[in-house]
Nanobody, 119 residues
Framework: QGQLVESGGALVQAGGSLRLTCAAT????????MGWYRQAPGATEKQRELVAHISNGGNEVYVDSVKGRFTVSRDNSKNMVYLQMNNLKPEDTAVYYC??????????WGQGTQVTVSS
């Protein structure tokens, strides 16, 4: 089964930017919608929130709380998914994961990458 490796998380001040990267060990082109999830402090795995996803055709969907600040992209030739995060807020603090947006296409979760936004 494929693996996902997320990176790019860090401690930043409010208003700052980060770019998260997700590297897949297998082709992601077979998965139409790839997404970024986040698990806030104290939340369970079942409470992970899908904050953005992108289709193979480039259609992007965002949860309201990140619209206008986050941009998701993908490069199927490199099996990579990205999340550009601008104007970060303390409430964006979470561990971020990538995976298929649809549960039936998900592969085992990676370790995630920690994003901490200080006020």
């Amino acid at each position: 089964q494929g693996q996902l490796v997320e990176s790019g998380g860090a401690l930043v001040q409010a208003g700052g930017s980060l770019r998260l990267t997700c590297a897949a060990t297998e082709s992601i082109s077979r998965i139409n919608n790839m997404g970024w999830y986040r698990q806030a402090p104290g939340a369970t795995e079942k409470q992970r929130e899908l904050v953005a996803h992108i289709s193979n055709g480039g259609n992007e969907v965002y949860v309201d709380s990140v619209k206008g600040r986050f941009t998701v992209s993908r490069d199927n030739s490199k099996n990579m998914v990205y999340l550009q995060m601008n104007n970060l807020k303390p409430e964006d603090t979470a561990v971020y994961y990538c995976n298929a947006a649809a549960a039936r296409y998900r592969v085992p979760w990676g370790q995630g990458t920690q994003v901490t936004v200080s006020s």
